[in-house]
T-cell receptor
Framework: EAGVAQSPRYKIIEKRQSVAFWCNPI?????LYWYQQILGQGPKLLIQ????????DSQLPKDRFSAERLKGVDSTLKIQPAKLEDSAVYLC????????????FGPGTRLTVL | DAKTTQPNSMESNEEEPVHLPCNHS???????IHWYRQLPSQGPEYVIH???SNVNNRMASLAIAEDRKSSTLILHRATLRDAAVYYC????????????FGTGTRLQVFP
């Protein structure tokens, strides 16, 4: 079974630029999560989708971050404009449904904002 | 959200058992105890979870105190590949499925 795929793996941009991350969850997984992990901290949930609907985006800085999950499969997370404090690893995870205990994480995208 | 307390770091020698503690004194009756680990440069990986009874799987064992205010993740024979950050997380599996990660315990394994 293929795991969660993310791209790019690394991205370096300057502040005020835009950036987008892509996630392809495990086939058939209805629930998709985006997390932000700042160096030395645990992952923090940014947004959760159930199919193509948003379940929880309470921690998403909506003035600069946006996310979508078209057709309930792939998802993109965008930052526009980026700030220095957005430097982090962005992790995508998926789960068959919200009731399953396991979330399956991708390898993440490491973003550096200069 | 209920919080957990874990030591910042622990050390072990290869092939020895490792006991990773977690305190969760404010746990509620519907909170499940989940453990994830994160190997270097990888995303977190599910390890095990439980509610009241001790649990075993191929990766580890989870021992839960009778009052549920603490738990211990047990790696029976540590390998170098077990070097990772281990997160103890409370999740209300009957309500929100949100995982709230703390800073975890960094486990070092020496050959």
């Amino acid at each position: 079974e293929a795991g969660v795929a993310q791209s790019p793996r690394y991205k370096i941009i300057e502040k005020r630029q835009s950036v987008a991350f892509w996630c392809n969850p495990i086939s058939g997984h209805a629930t998709l999560y985006w997390y932000q992990q700042i160096l030395g901290q645990g992952p923090k949930l940014l947004i959760q989708f159930q199919n193509n609907g948003v379940v929880d985006d309470s921690q998403l800085p909506k003035d600069r971050f946006s996310a979508e999950r078209l057709k309930g499969v792939d998802s993109t997370l965008k930052i526009q404009p980026a700030k220095l404090e957005d430097s982090a690893v962005y992790l995508c995870a998926s789960s068959p449904d919200r009731l399953r205990p396991e979330q399956f994480f991708g390898p993440g995208t490491r973003l550096t904002v200069l | 959200d209920a919080k957990t307390t874990q030591p910042n770091s622990m050390e072990s020698n290869e092939e020895e058992p490792v006991h990773l503690p977690c305190n969760h004194s404010t746990i509620s009756g519907t909170d499940y105890i989940h453990w994830y680990r994160q190997l270097p440069s990888q995303g977190p990986e599910y390890v095990i979870h439980g509610l009241t009874s001790n649990v075993n799987n191929r990766m580890a064992s989870l021992a839960i105190a009778e009052d549920r205010k603490s738990s211990t993740l047990i790696l029976h024979r540590a390998t170098l590949r077990d070097a990772a950050v281990y997160y103890c997380i409370l999740r209300d599996d009957g309500g929100t499925d949100k995982l709230i990660f703390g800073t975890g315990t960094r486990l070092q394994v020496f050959p």
